[in-house]
């Protein structure tokens, strides 16, 4: 069923027509507190109840704590004093954050300084502080989550690498034979020596085989005759081997040994004995790490506190390593039963060193062969290690998080296995590795994706909540609504100097390390509850009701963290208002994966259509697997539109087939092309007129930019079904960077936006005050409404569209489609214009009336330029963890750096400006904004002794309202630091060599004042 205007739905006008007005200035930003106008007309049938909507307005007000950011909490082992553990866990409910997440993690501690048999992970004085940290989480309604071994990956100190528990790895010998030599010695060994501990390695099998081109570049495979191999296993005798190679060619005898891959979480040791990374692939392996949690660390009360909170179990990265092949005992009949071939024969081209594949065969292959074995390995991983590790921790009272990518996994299907998938915004390397995942959850019906986030390189005492927010506010368009920061360390450890430990620094590699280290410790944290507030909202907003989206790309492998993109989807959809997710052939067989009024799982996502390309991963090759094809047929059927992309008249089936695959591919592919609701492009730029044939249109619509959006739909649940055209919508929309590197500058365009039901009326929610106002300025053409957004880069606002009188109040008067003032709000239910300048100015209405407004004289806008500044100068103290403040003075005559005053130059901390400021009495009754110019990072402003609200500190300009006056008034501004400039003398061997950061009120300061006038 294709999708579009209803019948009783008012014709929809095109694009260009939706933008015939002008919206004159009336401008929708992210800081400025700017009313909006909801239609006078009453909700129409269908719409939510008002009550509905008023109910989740509130909450916006004031999120409930759950819905807060959290913190990775870095330990330094068991170390650690449970009466400090308390007092960290109380700053971080103080500063309004929802948890912390406990991880053994100490690269800048030098080995030898920890007793990990002393107060290792898992030993009893670990257990004991852990139970501290939630007695008092328990306490203060904040959660404490805890990673399910030392560090990453999973480990546990009882098994060795000799186990059938321990992570395994294919290890080659291989010796180059000349033709018609006799080759007779030992079977040979493995190249790459075993790690400590891995003491036994078991012969798989010997081959030999034909070297029939070198490799075409250095580090690249060489060919061999797949014709030529020959098993030499039955040749083994006693461990020696003697073969002669055939009269021609090069030839190569390799030989499959299994064994333990020897591997360490990261930057151990963390247990006594050494802990060793588990088998991810067999039940084995899951089951030693679920055993040492049930024999060693769950006592009867932390069983208790940990089923208390909404605490979750978090598993890091999946980065299995090692410089041979991955493997698991037993793979080979496990591939055959799974794969329905044997997998020997084609050991010579899936061997690796050091994550280089050695050979490959003559022809197309290989490839098929290795997709296999990383599909069976997929699935090992989830059914050993995803579900079961779910089924446990939801046994305990938790909900499961994990980052499930790293491999060649099928990342997409797994994020709807368990509850939490979890992203990073370090190792992610675009907003579509985001989407992968968010699309993984909305089709398993989860509701969070996670993110580790605001990790950088050299990022240690340097960075800046204005740049943690750049990045946040990006990937937040890319489906992330939860925040897991990076990160929290522990105040103290053996041999850390001032001010504390700190996880990466300043030990790690003897540079600055990655992340911040945030906490009391950083002059920035004096205003973190500003950030904390604003993140809780905003993620308040994007979990609500469920995800939303345009498009589901379908994709022959659901591998994530790659940074590959989807062509016309990437390059352009998305900056045009497209929104798009992810989807892989498992998830089409979920229970969600139903299509109702042409919608792919209609009460989650919604997709409106699936649009298929080639394998981008194996050179754009246009193929499926067959249960994808099935699939995707059932849903056409159903009435779903699908665009395939490319050639698809010899369509392959994904793998190495065994038997007529290709063909039903193909038949399956025929099939689906014949139906009414598929189409068939050349190229991917044609992909928007084959949606437009199918009546597919986006629920967001602008000209071509950085914007991009999440929408989200909450549904009324006093409704006895819900339905795609009975709730509240709710859309982010932020000026993303893609990419976190990339360059975006402001913008401020028309948006139009598509409501679930008919009568809707926009509003704005202010994440940073927690303001809902009505939008005063824009037009309705049926289901859609434009509104004029104004962002600047990374920055994000949240715009609902709700029944009127969202909170009750007075009637509302009509609302105006453009104007020529600086903007136009409600104040008690009447049209204001506010203006910067006198004279007169027009206001287009909604009922096509032209109303002038005169505007009195505005004095003239003024500088400051006179500050006095008082700075809090941070430096050591007695011991680690002390700091001292000094008080340091000084006039500025024009506003620069502290860097560039004598005597200033490394000072750390927080710095207090005040200026005197004289107006004469043509300010009586004047409003003004105050525009801070460049500040360093957050701020605060007290006008006349009064605190004026804080908005996004992305934004630098602050409406202080009336707050100035005729005569004397003075303004303040509070400017903390980072602690980067004093720890460059502090520790120079470490931060020495980079640059100052230039803190402090930047300026120019203006003021610029303003009327508010009835329209």
Known sequence: MVTGPTPQDPPVRSSVSRRRFITMG?????????????????????????????????????????????????????????????????????????GLEIADVHHSIPKGRLDPQAHGWGTAPWVTAVTAALRQAQRRGITIDLTIGPSWPAAVPTVTPDDVAASSELAHGLVPVAAGSTYDGVVPAPVVPAKPGATRAQLIGVHAAKVIAPPPRAGQPSTLDQASVVDLTASVHDGRLTWTAPATGSWVILSYWQRGSGQEPEAGPHTTPTAYVVDHFSAAGTAAVTDFWEQR????????????????????????????????????????SRMGYDLYPWLPVIIEQKEKYLYVFAGDTTNKVRDDVAQCLSDLYAEHHLLPLRSWAHDLGLELRVQ????????????????????????????????????????????????????????????????????????????????????????????????????????????????????????????????????RRTQFALRAGVNRADLAWYRQKG???????????????????????????????????????????????????????????RGNVSSLQLEGATELLRLARAGLPIVFVGDWSSALATGLPQGDEDAQIRDLVAQLRSLPVVRTV????????????????????????TLMHVQRFVADTGAQSPSRRNGIDVFYLANARHAENRKIVRVEQDVWLTASSAGMVPYRLDTFTGEVTPIAVYEVDG??????????????????????????????????????????????????????????????????????????????????????????????????????????????????????????EDVSGVGHYSAAVELDDSWDGVGAYLDLGAVFDTFRVRVNGRDVPTRSVLSTRVDVGTALRPGHNLVEVEAPSTLFNR????????????????????????????????V
């Open 26 to 98: 009336a401008v929708l930003t992210a800081g400025a507190a700017l009313p909006w106008s909801p239609a006078p007309a009453a909700a129409a049938a269908g719409t939510p109840d008002a009550a509905e909507a008023a109910g989740f307005a509130r909450s916006f007000r004031q999120p409930p704590t759950s819905y807060g950011a959290r913190f990775r909490w870095w330990w330094p082992c068991g170390n650690v004093d449970p009466d400090e553990v308390a007092k960290e866990v109380d700053a971080a409910a103080d500063a309004g954050f929802a």
């Open 297 to 336: 660390i769950l006592t009867s009360e932390l069983r208790r506190l940990l089923a208390s909170a909404g605490n979750t179990l978090f598993e890091d990265s999946l980065e299995i390593e090692t410089d041979a092949t991955l493997w698991t005992p037993g793979f080979l009949d496990i591939f055959r």
């Open 404 to 535: 499930g990518y790293g491999l060649e996994t099928d990342s997409i299907y797994e994020a709807a296995l368990f509850d939490q998938p979890e992203s990073e915004s370090l190792g992610f390397k675009n907003l579509d590795d985001y989407r992968a995942l968010s699309g993984g959850r909305d089709m398993g019906g989860r509701s969070i994706l996670s993110c580790e986030a605001a990790a950088y390189a050299g990022g240690a005492y340097n960075t800046t909540w204005n740049k943690a927010l750049q990045t946040l506010g990006s990937i937040y368009a890319g489906g992330v609504n939860q925040a897991v920061l990076h990160g929290f360390s522990y105040a103290d450890a053996p041999g850390a100097a001032w001010p504390g430990f700190a996880a990466f620094s300043p030990y790690y590699n003897n540079a600055v390390g990655y992340g911040e280290a945030w906490g009391p410790r950083q002059p920035m944290w004096r205003h973190v509850t500003d950030v904390a507030d604003h993140l």
């Open 559 to 617: 591998w994530t963290a790659t940074g590959i993109g989807v062509g016309w989807g990437t390059s352009a959809a998305i900056g045009l208002g497209w929104s798009y997710g992810f989807i892989t052939a498992p998830l089409l067989r979920l229970d969600t994966a139903q299509v109702r009024d042409g919608r792919l799982a209609p009460d989650g996502p919604a997709y409106k259509a699936i649009i298929i390309e080639g394998d981008r991963f």
């Open 682 to 705: 050349t190229v991917a730029d044609d992909i928007p007129k084959a949606l437009a044939e199918l009546g597919v249109e986006r629920a967001v619509e602008h000209d071509p930019s």
């Open 783 to 904: 289901r859609h409404i434009r509104i004029r957004v104004a962002l600047n880069p990374a920055e994000g606002v949240v715009v609902a569209l709700a029944p009127p009188k969202l909170l009750g109040g007075p009637t509302l008067a009509t609302p105006a489609v453009g104007t020529d003032a600086a903007s136009i709000s409600y104040v008690d239910g009447r049209l204001v214009a506010r203006a910067t300048t006198g004279g007169t100015c027009t206001t287009v209405l909604a009922d096509g009336r032209a109303v002038r407004t005169t505007v009195p004289a505005v004095p003239a806008p003024l500088a400051l330029t006179r500050w006095d500044l008082s700075l809090e100068d941070w430096q050591p103290g007695s011991s680690a963890t002390d700091t001292t403040v000094a008080t340091r003075t000084t006039v500025m005559d024009g506003l620069t750096p502290w860097t560039n005053v004598s005597g200033l």
């Open 983 to 1014: 720890l460059r003398t502090v520790n120079p061997t470490v931060f020495g060599s980079s640059s100052r950061q230039a803190y402090g009120l930047l300026g120019p300061v203006t003021i610029t004042p303003y009327r508010d006038v009835l």
